[in-house]
């Protein structure tokens, strides 16, 4: 069974910058697209970034030229570089992949912008 681990989570002020990265384990046979989702306290959850196998992204409209995802996939892993954070950026991350053609979660990553 497949599972992802995120971390680099924190606290962190207006401006600042983390990377959050997010490791795919267990019995994998095929990776494809992976992706970065979030949820703000009362609000959706929403699509934040998404990477193929092959390197082609896409970004949400309100993280687009601050946020940068990438991944390695000799090490399962992908990442997830946010630059000049706002307090709106406040939300759990969720890493997502098709993992052996099933949709895999991870449990989510708390990333807190604040002064």
């Known amino acids: 069974q497949a599972q992802l681990v995120e971390s680099g989570g924190g606290l962190v002020q207006p401006g600042g910058s983390l990377r959050l990265s997010c490791a795919a384990s267990?019995?994998?046979?095929?990776?494809?697209?992976m992706n970065w989702h979030r949820q703000g306290s009362g609000k959706q959850r929403e699509l934040v970034a998404g990477?193929?196998?092959?390197?082609?992204?896409n970004y949400a409209h309100s993280v687009k030229g601050r946020f940068t995802i990438s991944r390695d996939n000799a090490k399962n892993t992908v990442y997830l570089q946010m630059n000049s954070l706002k307090p709106e950026d406040t939300a759990v991350y969720y890493c997502?992949?098709?993992?052996?053609?099933?949709?895999?979660w991870g449990q989510g990553t708390q990333v807190t912008v604040s002064s």
């Open positions: 267990g019995s994998i046979f095929t990776i494809t697209a």
């Open positions: 990477i193929t196998y092959g390197g082609d992204t």
């Open positions: 997502n992949a098709r993992i052996n053609f099933r949709d895999v």
